[in-house]
């Protein structure tokens, strides 16, 4: 699986957009791109996934570049319930290969007041 | 539907001794996975199953048993405690075990070793 890179931490003002990006520059073609967060102290939560085209759902934006070496994970209007670690995860789709998700380190995003 | 469950949430282990972290889930999902989560680090996979009766090793599987006999639980079991099993575990599923499909995270049992 590709090796992601993101900024250790960021802040973003309460109901500004946060724009959370990744670096994945070894993609290979069949690999999807997936965020999940980590509220403190909770399990992960899957927050949106993508191969090429950018995605939207009620939680956020995925924005990839074309040549996909680099995403951005957009929340529209922060508040600050989505402080979190948020991951970018590079990984195939098929192949029952354990469906393993290596979590990095991640990006500490601190919304604020 | 409650997710996915873990019990206990809080655990005090001594050295040596044996314990099993309960996981269920009730989504009727075929893939159960486990993790631990050390202070200040991502998630490693200790072990995971793609179905009731099938299960396999992750990055981390040592010290730890799995079993899968039915579709709704996964118990992890430690054999033999050590302080460095002192973790957060996480247990989680999804449909089946292409990474396509969405993971559901229980909220986690928070194990200390001494």
């Known amino acids: 699986d590709a090796k992601t890179t993101q900024p250790t931490s960021m802040d973003c003002a309460e109901g500004r957009a946060a724009n959370l990006p990744c670096n994945h520059s070894?993609?290979?073609?069949?690999?999807?791109v997936y965020w999940y967060r980590q509220i403190h102290s909770q399990g992960p939560q899957y927050i949106i996934h993508?191969?090429?085209n950018n995605e939207t759902n009620e939680m956020a934006s995925l924005i990839i570049t074309e040549d996909r070496k680099s995403s951005t994970l957009i929340l529209p209007h922060a508040t600050l319930r989505d402080t979190a670690v948020y991951y970018c995860?590079?990984?195939?789709?098929?192949?029952?290969?354990?469906?393993?998700?290596?979590f990095g380190g991640g990006t500490r995003l601190m919304v604020k007041p | 539907n409650a997710g996915v469950t873990q019990t206990p949430k809080f655990q005090v282990l001594k050295t040596g001794q044996s314990m099993t972290l309960q996981c269920a889930q009730d989504?009727?999902?075929?893939?159960m996975s486990w993790y631990r989560q050390d202070p200040g680090m991502g998630l490693r996979l200790i072990h995971y199953?793609?179905?009731?009766?099938?299960?396999d090793q992750g990055e981390v599987p040592n010290g730890y048993n799995v079993s899968r006999s039915t579709t709704e639980d996964f118990p992890l079991r430690l054999l033999s405690a050590a302080p460095s099993q002192t973790s957060v575990y996480f247990c989680?599923?999804?449909?089946?075990?292409?990474?396509?499909?969405?993971?559901?995270f229980g909220p986690g049992t928070r194990l200390t070793v001494l």
């Open positions: 199953s793609v179905g009731a009766g099938i299960t």
């Open positions: 989680a599923s999804s449909w089946t075990g292409l990474a396509i499909n969405e993971q559901f």
């Open positions: 070894t993609i290979s073609g069949n690999e999807y």
């Open positions: 993508g191969l090429k």
């Open positions: 989504m009727n999902h075929e893939y």
């Open positions: 995860i590079v990984r195939v789709a098929i192949g029952n290969a354990g469906n393993m998700l290596t």
